[in-house]
T-cell receptor, first 118, second 109 residues
Framework: NAGVMQNPRHLVRRRGQEARLRCSPMKGHSHVYWYRQLPEEGLKFMVYLQKENIIDESGMPKERFSAEFPKEGPSILRIQQVVRGDSAAYFC????????????????FGAGSRLTVL | RKEVEQDPGPFNVPEGATVAFNCTYSNSASQSFFWYRQDCRKEPKLLMSVYSSGNEDGRFTAQLNRASQYISLLIRDSKLSDSATYLCVAGAGSYQLTFGKGTKLSVIP
């Protein structure tokens, strides 16, 4: 019963390079969320996706960041032209189908991808 | 700005002690509340949901005060394995979760 799978677990990039982080949700989960955790900071929501749809990207920086969740394959968070300030842990979470009501979905997190920009 | 505020600690307590964490949330539209636990350099894991009437799970008790927009977590009979950072979370809508920065707990032998 695999949980949320993220890779790579650790990624080192030089300034100006691209970073691609992948996330496969738990089996049976159709909703994917990306959060970023800067050192000594709380988790910050970035984007919420369903298959082939971006539902809410209000937490994504306007430039250089993009996310997708294709029909086949994992969700990908892409950071172009990385800068030192992008160094952080990027956590993916998944949840099952939203059932309605006012309650928030319980999220299951992956182990995270730690990006270091030199 | 929608925030969840927590005392960062650290709380250093001996084994067997009772310890309480508090947090406040600013978004009055928040409907769901959780405590997550995060070990050093690991992912957050759900500890428990927090219900209006208060709820208990073994040694852990969570309380919610909507009028004061205040959430608490009580840990009784602390174990060494309870050492972690505890994240207070408030949710508005089905997925809009706001995380606090966490309260660090160290249980010492």
């Amino acid at each position: 019963n695999a949980g949320v799978m993220q890779n790579p677990r650790h990624l080192v990039r030089r300034r100006g390079q691209e970073a691609r982080l992948r996330c496969s949700p738990m089996k049976g989960h159709s909703h994917v969320y990306w959060y970023r955790q800067l050192p000594e900071e709380g988790l910050k929501f970035m984007v919420y996706l369903q298959k082939e749809n971006i539902i809410d990207e209000s937490g994504m920086p306007k430039e250089r960041f993009s996310a997708e969740f294709p029909k086949e394959g994992p969700s990908i968070l892409r950071i172009q032209q990385v800068v030192r300030g992008d160094s952080a842990a990027y956590f993916c979470a998944s949840s099952p189908l939203v059932t309605g009501g006012s309650g928030a979905n319980v999220l299951t997190f992956g182990a995270g991808s730690r990006l270091t920009v030199l | 700005r929608k925030e969840v505020e927590q005392d960062p600690g650290p709380f250093n307590v001996p084994e067997g002690a009772t310890v309480a964490f508090n947090c406040t949330y600013s978004n009055s539209a928040s409907q769901s509340f959780f405590w997550y636990r995060q070990d050093c350099r690991k992912e957050p894991k759900l500890l428990m949901s927090v219900y209006s009437s208060g709820n208990e799970d073994g040694r852990f008790t969570a309380q919610l005060n909507r009028a004061s927009q205040y959430i608490s977590l009580l840990i009784r009979d602390s174990k060494l394995s309870d050492s972690a950072t505890y994240l207070c979370v408030a949710g508005a809508g089905s997925y809009q979760l706001t995380f606090g920065k966490g309260t660090k707990l160290s249980v010492i032998p």
